[in-house]
């Protein structure tokens, strides 16, 4: 039934009880004075909800009397008025402020002897707002037995580094992965083996030196104008005229002197020129004349003879 207390009015068989001050969720010495719980000090006729004693049989709630000392609370300290699914509202307390608790025994209760389990089902709070985890991150919940979140917090990454054996973050490189048949890694042998040269330069693929040969005619196309020389060519662009004679087939120069024509050569008085003479010269430049001319009282004109003459 309802009790009234001064001005208070106080629920006794409800399963909703009037709100406490404070709720001790460590062991409370009930043999002395109980000055504070949970940062907060506690004044004659506070309502608190013990939830964690050592031993279970003196959980509930309570009040505080004049001398400190806490006794069960009027309206929790009978079977009728302690049931199942009896829920109790915390008032203050740095750490359960505005916290709600539900007993989830099953069955009928002794007070003081039956154990009591009292379970915090929600909370409103600050202290948990926020925005959790991000890039290398992972986020630590810790949930009490009625499934509250009563700590979240997030916590940066390092990941060791087990591919390469080295410690510290994980950077995977082309050192970490076995070759494949398409993107093959880079060696100097393969490189100086997909590399050629033409025209003018040369490349040596086992030293890999790229050199430069200077131009010559032998790798220029011959045009049309400044054509190479060719023996054929030189001896076709020669002749021979008079007295030189040119082969063109074999290149050979060769020189015919002209017939002296003796009447042309020789002055004199009763000289014939109608008559045939003989006018021979050797290698000594003298000259012998045969023939049938008589050369009595006759000039010869840039001759010289022997003295038999």
């Given at each position: 039934?309802p009790?009234?207390?001064?001005?208070?009015?106080?629920?006794?068989i409800?399963?909703?009880k009037?709100?406490?001050?404070?709720c001790?969720?460590?062991?409370?010495?009930?043999?002395?004075t109980?000055?504070?719980?949970?940062d907060i000090?506690l004044v004659?006729?506070?309502?608190v909800l013990?939830?964690?004693?050592?031993l279970s049989?003196?959980?509930?709630?309570?009040?505080k009397?004049q001398?400190?000392t806490l006794?069960r609370?009027?309206?929790?300290?009978?079977?009728?008025?302690?049931?199942s699914?009896?829920?109790?509202y915390?008032?203050?307390?740095?750490?359960?402020?505005?916290?709600?608790?539900?007993?989830?025994?099953?069955?009928?209760?002794?007070?003081g002897t039956t154990?009591?389990t009292?379970?915090?089902?929600?909370?409103?709070?600050t202290?948990?707002?926020?925005?959790?985890?991000?890039?290398?991150?992972?986020?630590?919940?810790?949930?009490?037995?009625?499934?509250?979140?009563?700590?979240?917090s997030?916590?940066?990454?390092?990941?060791?580094?087990?591919?390469?054996?080295?410690?510290?973050?994980?950077?995977?490189?082309?050192?970490?992965?076995?070759?494949?048949?398409?993107?093959q890694?880079?060696?100097?042998?393969?490189a100086?083996?997909?590399?050629a040269?033409?025209?003018?330069l040369?490349?040596?693929?086992?030293?890999?030196?790229?050199?430069y040969?200077?131009?010559?005619?032998?790798?220029?196309?011959?045009g049309?104008?400044n054509?190479?020389?060719?023996t054929a060519?030189?001896r076709?662009?020669?002749?021979?005229s008079?007295?030189?004679?040119?082969n063109?087939?074999t290149?050979?120069?060769?020189?015919?002197p002209?017939?002296?024509?003796?009447?042309?050569?020789?002055?004199?008085?009763?000289?014939?020129?109608?008559?045939?003479?003989?006018?021979?010269?050797?290698?000594t430049?003298?000259?012998?004349?045969s023939?049938?001319?008589?050369?009595?009282?006759?000039?010869?004109d840039?001759?010289t003879?022997?003295?038999?003459?």
């Amino acid at each position: 039934m309802p009790i009234f207390r001064g001005s208070q009015f106080v629920s006794s068989i409800s399963d909703f009880k009037d709100s406490v001050r404070v709720c001790a969720t460590t062991n409370i010495n009930l043999g002395t004075t109980v000055s504070s719980i949970d940062d907060i000090t506690l004044v004659k006729d506070d309502r608190v909800l013990l939830s964690s004693q050592s031993l279970s049989r003196e959980n509930g709630i309570y009040i505080k009397l004049q001398n400190g000392t806490l006794t069960r609370s009027k309206d929790a300290d009978s079977a009728i008025e302690i049931t199942s699914g009896l829920r109790v509202y915390v008032e203050e307390g740095t750490n359960e402020s505005k916290s709600q608790w539900l007993l989830t025994n099953a069955g009928s209760i002794t007070v003081g002897t039956t154990n009591l389990t009292f379970v915090k089902t929600n909370q409103l709070t600050t202290t948990l707002a926020g925005q959790y985890g991000g890039s290398n991150k992972f986020i630590a919940v810790t949930l009490n037995s009625g499934g509250i979140i009563t700590a979240i917090s997030d916590t940066s990454v390092t990941l060791t580094n087990t591919v390469n054996g080295n410690s510290g973050s994980v950077i995977l490189e082309t050192d970490d992965i076995d070759e494949g048949l398409t993107n093959q890694y880079f060696t100097t042998v393969r490189a100086r083996s997909s590399i050629a040269a033409g025209g003018d330069l040369a490349y040596n693929s086992t030293t890999g030196v790229v050199s430069y040969t200077t131009p010559t005619t032998d790798g220029i196309v011959e045009g049309s104008t400044n054509l190479y020389h060719t023996t054929a060519r030189v001896r076709n662009s020669l002749s021979g005229s008079g007295v030189i004679g040119y082969n063109t087939g074999t290149g050979v120069i060769t020189y015919s002197p002209a017939a002296l024509t003796i009447g042309n050569g020789l002055t004199g008085t009763s000289y014939n020129t109608s008559e045939l003479t003989t006018i021979a010269i050797d290698t000594t430049t003298v000259a012998t004349v045969s023939g049938t001319q008589t050369l009595d009282n006759k000039t010869i004109d840039g001759g010289t003879f022997p003295d038999n003459v």
